[in-house]
C-alpha cells in the first residue's frame, strides 16, 4: 500500500511520511494540490494522507475530477486541530480523521486498514450465498 501523503509545506509533508513510514506503510509526499495531482498521476497511491488545514483552507475540485484521486481514500491528519475542533461535513469524501499528537500505532493501523482494505477483503454477508430452495410438504 502506498500512502500518499500531502501538506502545505514541504516539513510537514515530510514529516507526515516518515511518521506513517515507521508504522510500516510505504509512502511519498507532496506539497499541496498541484504536486499532490501530479505525484498521483506517476505513482498512484492507495491512500492519501492529507493536512487537515489544506484540505479546510481551498477548493478540492480538480481532486474529486482526477482520475486517480478522485478513486482512493482520503484520509485527514491534523498536528494542531483536535477532532472536536474539526468539520469535516465541510470537506468532502474524507474517509477519516487522525490527531497525530494523540495517536497510538494500533488505532492508527485499524483506521487506515478500514479506509483502504487489503486487497480481497470482503465482510461476510448471508446474502451472496446460494440459497436452497425451500423442501414442500405438497408431495408435488
Not at 515507521?22 to 494522507?49: H, I, K, N
Not at 486541530?81 to 485499524?110: Q, S
Not at 482494505?117 to 405438497?138: D, E, I, M, N, V
Request: glycine share 8%; net charge neutral.
Amino acid at each position: 500500500m502506498l500512502a500518499l501523503c500531502v501538506a502545505r509545506h514541504p516539513y510537514l509533508a515530510e514529516h507526515i511520511a516518515r511518521y506513517f513510514g515507521r508504522l510500516g506503510f510505504v509512502t511519498a509526499w507532496a506539497v499541496g494540490v498541484d504536486d499532490a495531482l501530479r505525484s498521483a498521476s506517476e505513482r498512484p497511491p492507495t491512500l492519501v494522507l492529507c493536512e487537515y488545514d489544506l484540505l479546510a483552507a481551498q477548493s478540492l475540485e480538480r481532486w474529486e475530477r482526477h482520475p486517480t484521486l478522485a478513486a482512493v481514500p482520503l484520509v485527514a491528519v491534523s498536528l494542531t486541530r483536535r477532532p472536536n475542533e474539526v468539520n469535516l461535513l465541510d470537506v468532502g469524501g474524507i474517509a477519516g480523521f487522525l490527531y497525530l499528537p494523540t495517536l497510538r500505532a494500533d488505532d492508527a493501523v485499524r483506521v487506515l486498514g478500514v479506509a483502504h482494505p487489503p486487497a480481497g477483503y470482503s465482510l461476510p454477508s448471508s446474502f451472496g450465498a446460494a440459497q436452497k430452495p425451500a423442501a414442500t410438504s405438497r408431495g408435488w
